[in-house]
């Protein structure tokens, strides 16, 4: 599955069509996630992106069976970027 469609996983969709939405698109149970709260609004959709690419890269490794220790080394990775 695309890291795209990870992120909005869990999201519900605007019925009113055409109307102001108060309310972010493209969030899914990401962005109600601690980490992402707790960012400046600025970083907040980054993050949700790199949680996802971080999510997909991981089920691929885990499928495959390889890269033991690939989801440990991606979140450090995350924490020290954001």
């Not at 890291?3 to 149970?29: D, W, Y």
């Not at 971080?54 to 490794?61: D, G």
């Given at each position: 599955?695309?890291?795209?469609?990870?992120?909005?996983?869990?999201?519900?969709?605007?019925?009113?069509?055409?109307?102001?939405?108060?309310?972010?698109?493209?969030?899914?149970?990401?962005?109600?996630m601690e980490?992402?709260?707790?960012?400046?609004k600025?970083?907040?959709?980054?993050l949700v992106?790199?949680?996802?690419c971080?999510?997909?890269?991981?089920?691929?490794?885990?499928?495959?069976?390889?890269?033991?220790g690939?989801?440990?080394?991606?979140?450090?990775?995350?924490y020290?970027?954001?």
């Amino acid at each position: 599955m695309p890291s795209c469609n990870i992120q909005v996983l869990g999201g519900q969709r605007s019925a009113q069509i055409g109307f102001s939405q108060m309310e972010r698109n493209h969030t899914g149970v990401f962005s109600q996630m601690e980490l992402v709260k707790d960012a400046p609004k600025d970083y907040q959709m980054p993050l949700v992106r790199m949680l996802a690419c971080n999510t997909a890269k991981c089920a691929r490794a885990d499928m495959l069976k390889s890269a033991k220790g690939l989801g440990a080394r991606l979140r450090e990775e995350m924490y020290e970027r954001y």
